[in-house]
């Protein structure tokens, strides 16, 4: 079998064809390097520089092709707020290129790259795959309409799509593969501390342990795992499915920030600021249904977390 992996030259992508060539799965990568690094992409994987918008480079990328991953997207929460049209060109006329371009190329198998930012904000211990969805992004929303898209794709014409629905995603395999990104508190608090500031916690009067919020954070590595399991089920004849990826735990900002002081040896005093609008007490992963279906299950702690993004922050700096 051969898979292609869009984006996969980024953070995680990197990661997911790194995961299928050591699998023993022969492996294309394609890329725009918008945001990814040709530096990234295992010897082992044959790789393709072009956009998931130009059909002709889709047309190359795909000869011989069994199966998409398809991790390629913007993913700044903050920046689809601002440019709401642009990330809809990227996020939905580019799975829908890529959709229209397996159908022609007779590739039924896909796995999708989806996101909890679909859940909105969810008022339960636990986010199951089947609560109500209400993004609150249109990051959130193109994910969510790339699923329907999927669906419909699997009514109209036979095709075997999962979506993978991942949560905080963190950490790295080797410090060259760290997320050079600063959105996520991990690398916004080593940012903060590289700056000779203290980290911002927004809030600590939430309904939760120290006050603060709890996220489900998962390593990277166990993210290409899953898309891994995934790919491998599909291979196997197994219908597809939406799936969480995280590990079932909460950890609170607090936590996170402790971990990061035993990690770096640092000064992480912090401080409390307001809250910032739209932001849950909690959000966790409820992880039954890929443990049962996929036989996945997260591997890697939040100190496993902290180090292997801090080798990488540290290499980067």
């Not at 953070?11 to 990234?40: C, E, F, K, N, P």
């Not at 794709?153 to 905080?168: I, K, P, S």
């Amino acid at each position: 079998m051969s898979w292609l992996v869009t984006g996969g030259a980024g953070y995680i992508g990197a990661h997911v064809v790194r995961a299928m060539v050591a699998d023993g799965q022969d492996v294309v990568a394609l890329d725009d390097l918008s945001t990814g690094d040709a530096r990234r992409v295992h010897p082992g994987a044959r790789f393709v520089e072009g956009s998931v918008l130009d059909r002709e480079t889709l047309r190359e990328a795909l000869q011989g092709v069994t199966g998409v991953v398809h991790v390629a997207a913007k993913k700044q929460v903050g920046e689809s707020v601002a440019e709401p049209l642009w990330y809809y060109r990227e996020n939905l006329d580019g799975l829908l290129t890529v959709l229209e371009e397996c159908r022609t190329a007779g590739v039924g198998r896909f796995v999708f790259s989806s996101s909890a930012a679909t859940y909105g904000m969810p008022d339960v211990e636990l986010v199951t795959e089947d609560i109500p969805k209400a993004p609150l992004s249109p990051y959130g929303e193109t994910k969510l309409v790339g699923e329907w898209l999927l669906a419909d794709c699997t009514t109209a014409f036979g095709l075997q799509a999962m979506n993978l629905r991942y949560f905080n995603v963190a950490g790295a395999v080797t410090p060259e593969l760290g997320d050079p990104g600063v959105f996520n508190l991990i690398p916004l608090v080593f940012q903060a501390l590289a700056k000779g500031e203290r980290p911002r916690v927004f809030g600590n009067d939430y309904p939760t342990p120290d006050g603060t919020c709890l996220r489900d954070y998962v390593h990277v590595a166990d993210v290409a795992d899953a898309h891994l399991a995934a790919v491998r089920a599909l291979d196997a004849g197994q219908p597809g499915s939406t799936y969480n990826i995280g590990r079932g735990v909460g950890s609170s900002v607090l936590e996170v920030i402790d971990v990061i002081h035993e990690v770096t040896g640092l000064d992480t005093t912090y401080d409390v600021v307001d809250r910032r609008p739209g932001d849950p007490a909690r959000v966790v992963a409820a992880v039954d249904r890929i443990r049962e279906g996929l036989g996945f299950q997260a591997k890697h702690d939040l100190r496993q977390m902290v180090e292997t993004a801090w080798a990488g922050w540290q290499l980067r700096h």
